[in-house]
């Protein structure tokens, strides 16, 4: 089956710094989501995005379908941003998870 | 909009009793409803994907007599526990889409099931 990995597992910054997550993919698929899981347990769709590049915010993403990779963008960190990012592909309706990148923001 | 909800956001039962989690698409119809389980510091494991009117498919290894799932409308599906042990402590989360129209899932906000 499609395999999804997330790198990085860890990462800590100051507050006001920009990070760069990146979700890799095994085979193609028909769609790609980022998540946000707050400390709480709620999970908050950030993107649906197969393909291009989308912005919301002080957060974007890029997904280059061909060549199987996603990126998730955050600048100008806030403490809010804390928590674990997941990506998760669709394989037909069926999601498959990365492992997450935990993320902690520093005051 | 797109929103999901779930009742109840925590609970705490005794062995052998039984519990009953509600999914709600409170904006939306949804054609299908997805049970996830999340154990600590882990990703999210699909247990079963309900259709409206029609019985849940449960993934391997997940026991459809302990887990009984019902999608008794196209806003409504339900997750019972039945017979609870302590190992059925977890974090559970429905999910909801409109597959008609887009694979995009939207979660609710997760029930945390303790189990004494």
């Known amino acids: 089956g499609i395999q999804v990995e997330q790198s990085p597992p860890d990462l800590i910054l100051q507050e006001g710094a920009n990070s760069t997550l990146r979700c890799n993919f095994s085979?193609?698929?028909?769609?790609l989501q980022w998540f946000h899981q707050n400390p709480w347990g709620q999970l908050i769709n950030l993107f649906y995005i197969p393909s291009g590049t989308k912005q919301n915010g002080r957060l974007s993403a890029t997904t280059v379908a061909t060549e199987r990779y996603s990126l998730l963008y955050i600048s100008s960190s806030q403490t809010t941003d804390s928590g674990v990012y997941f990506c998760a592909v669709y394989s037909n309706y069926q999601l498959i998870w990365g492992a997450g990148t935990k993320l902690i923001i520093k005051p | 909009g797109a929103v999901v909800s779930q009742h109840p956001s925590w609970v705490i039962c005794k062995s052998g009793t039984s519990v009953k989690i509600e999914c709600r698409s409170l904006?939306?119809?949804?054609?299908?409803m997805f049970w996830y389980r999340q154990f600590p510091k882990q990703s999210l494991m699909l247990m079963a994907t309900?259709?409206?009117?029609?019985?849940?498919?449960?993934e391997q290894g997940v026991e459809k007599d302990k887990f009984l799932i019902n999608h008794a409308s196209l806003t409504l599906s339900t997750l019972t526990v039945t017979s609870a042990h302590p190992e059925d402590s977890s974090f559970y989360i429905c999910?909801?889409?409109?597959?008609?129209?887009?694979?995009?899932?939207?979660f609710g906000p997760g029930t945390r099931l303790t189990v004494t």
């Open positions: 999910s909801a889409a409109r597959l008609a129209q887009s694979y995009e899932q939207y």
């Open positions: 085979d193609s698929v028909n769609n």
């Open positions: 904006d939306f119809q949804a054609t299908t």
């Open positions: 309900s259709n409206e009117g029609s019985k849940a498919t449960y």
